[in-house]
């Protein structure tokens, strides 16, 4: 089991930018992959991003290019780059833990002027 723990979210006007932080405990991080998704109230949880043990990476289609995912696995940390915040980011942001179907609690993030 993975406890997982996301932080900084916030406010930021559109074209601004954030860093998430997903911390992990309770078990081996680097050997698991690791996901990012979002998800708006009446909608379902979109994947956002993904990276693979090894750091291999893919990104929804529509944060392509504006959005990192990176890990550290000393520090047993997810991260997300957001750069070129859109309104339509606007959402709850958790991570995921796919291989022990572990999720955090979420971080909210709002792109608004």
């Known amino acids: 089991q993975v406890q997982l723990v996301e932080s900084g979210g916030g406010l930021v006007q559109p074209g601004g930018s954030l860093r998430l932080s997903c911390t992990a405990s309770?078990?081996?991080?680097?050997?698991?992959?690791m996901t990012w998704y979002r998800q708006v109230p009446g909608k379902q949880r979109e994947l956002v991003a993904h990276?693979?043990?090894?750091?291999?990476?893919n990104y929804a289609n529509s944060v392509k290019g504006r959005f990192t995912v990176s890990r550290d696995n000393a520090k047993k940390t997810l991260y997300l780059q957001m750069n070129s915040l859109k309104p339509e980011d606007t959402a709850v942001y958790y991570c995921?833990?796919?291989?022990?179907?572990?999720w955090g609690r979420g971080t909210q993030v709002t792109v608004s002027s």
């Open positions: 990276i693979s043990s090894g750091g291999s990476t």
């Open positions: 309770g078990s081996i991080f680097s050997i698991y992959p």
């Open positions: 995921y833990s796919p291989q022990t179907l572990d």
